[in-house]
């Protein structure tokens, strides 16, 4: 059974930094691409941060500059740098995997695996 769980999400004022943590367990990740997704209320699910396995990264244009995603192989987690947040970045952020390999899908459909979600929440 694949598990992924989030930490790290917390209430933060707006130019703080935080850092989410994705573990995976069932099975190895090292070859697969890893991503972080964000839902905030009233909105859909949008893609932040994803990761392949040569740690090729892609980011939304939002957060581009301020967030950044890593990978460790060896541990099979994968994690988000979040800087300078701001209240906009409000969100359940989610840790998703893809079940295969191919890299660049921007859309939920695209990743087979999730965890529970973590909330991070910017006060202004």
């Known amino acids: 059974q694949v598990l992924l769980v989030e930490s790290g999400g917390s209430v933060v004022q707006a130019g703080d930094s935080l850092r989410l943590s994705c573990v995976a367990s069932?099975?190895?990740?090292?070859?697969?691409?890893m991503a972080w997704f964000r839902q905030a209320p009233g909105k859909e699910r949008e893609l932040v941060a994803a990761?392949?396995?040569?740690?090729?990264?892609y980011y939304v244009d939002s957060v581009k500059g301020r967030f950044t995603i890593s990978r460790d192989n060896t541990k099979n987690t994968v994690y988000l740098q979040m800087n300078s947040l701001k209240p906009e970045d409000t969100a359940i952020y989610y840790c998703?995997?893809?079940?295969?390999?191919?890299?660049?899908?921007?859309?939920?459909?695209?990743?087979?695996?999730w965890g529970q979600g973590t909330r991070v929440t910017v006060s202004s």
């Open positions: 998703a995997c893809a079940a295969g390999t191919i890299f660049g899908r921007v859309g939920p459909d695209g990743y087979n695996y």
């Open positions: 069932g099975r190895t990740f090292s070859r697969n691409p």
């Open positions: 990761i392949n396995w040569s740690k090729s990264t």
